[in-house]
DNA sequence: ACACAATTTAGAACCATTATAAACTATTAA
DNA sequence: TTAATAGTTTATAATGGTTCTAAATTGTGT
């Protein structure tokens, strides 16, 4: 089974047609065993620069926002001016070079266990994210 | 010594120049014994319905960052279309209650010790911020 | 093939933020 | 006191990431 057939059926499940430009756009972004980063505008001329035939912007934007419905990508809370994300989508942490401004992947295994003493009535806890920053 | 003159001389010796503006500023961000969460349109909006003399959006601007240059004010990763600033400075974390859409301060000891096993060569740890979302 | 809904797209709109540059003001030196 | 100067405020324009719009295209079930 190639990967594209691959991609048509992850499509297919989540309710999304599998159209041309969101298979390349999955292959970008899922065929690779290193999960990474990215702004909406670096993945546009990551995808860009692979093929010729090109994929609007406006696609890319629905796209990723479709994918992160989905929860194939996870968006990363940065307070830059846009928005990151990520196809690592497992349960981690960053560390955030503020001088290279470049994320970086902490494992759940590189941070202690969190203790959340205070509780909030009537909430639960959703997610637990940590973010470290590094400077020269 | 009255409110006014404490800023005036909080202002001075950051080096700002104590103006009409940024000394009426100060007092809505520093004089209560909460502190809390806003976005600038918020501060602008709390500001210009307690003086009469309205005090410009550039000038909000200019003063939050300057005030977060000088560290009186801590800018909140939350990732959304807009900046989150927090007028306690202290080393603590928050809460995000995804439903109502509100910051709640985590104390730092509300939260358990956190360990940061991976290290990061030539680089040391600025700040270690943990964002826990809530949820209904 | 056909009908229909989903999708793509270029371009406009939106909106938080930053830049501009002219008027104003705090400060310091005559 | 004034005068000179640098710092500040302000209205307004520009920027840039994101979302919206509506027309053209495409995928899917019949
Ligand atoms: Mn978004
Ligand atoms: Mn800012
Ligand atoms: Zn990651
Ligand atoms: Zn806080």
């Known amino acids: 089974m190639n990967l594209a057939s691959i991609y048509i059926k992850k499509l297919r499940n989540s309710g999304l047609r599998p159209t041309k430009q969101r298979i390349k756009i ?10 990474f980063h990215f702004s909406i505008n670096e993945l546009s001329t990551l995808i860009n620069s692979k093929y010729s035939q090109k994929i609007s912007l406006a696609t ?4 990723v926002h479709a994918f992160k419905d989905k929860g194939y990508l996870k968006q990363i809370p940065l307070n830059a001016n846009q928005a990151y994300f990520d196809t690592n989508i497992s349960d ?7 001088n290279e401004k470049k994320l970086i992947d902490l ?23 940590v973010l470290v920053k590094l400077e020269d």
Chains 1, 2 share one sequence.
């Open 26 to 35: 999955c292959e970008v972004l899922f065929n690779t065993d290193k999960t």
């Open 60 to 63: 890319i934007y629905n796209t």
């Open 92 to 98: 981690h942490h960053h560390f955030y070079d503020v």
């Open 107 to 129: 494992d759940n295994s590189d941070v202690g266990p969190i203790k959340i003493y205070k509780k909030i009535n009537g909430k639960k806890i959703k997610s637990v994210e």
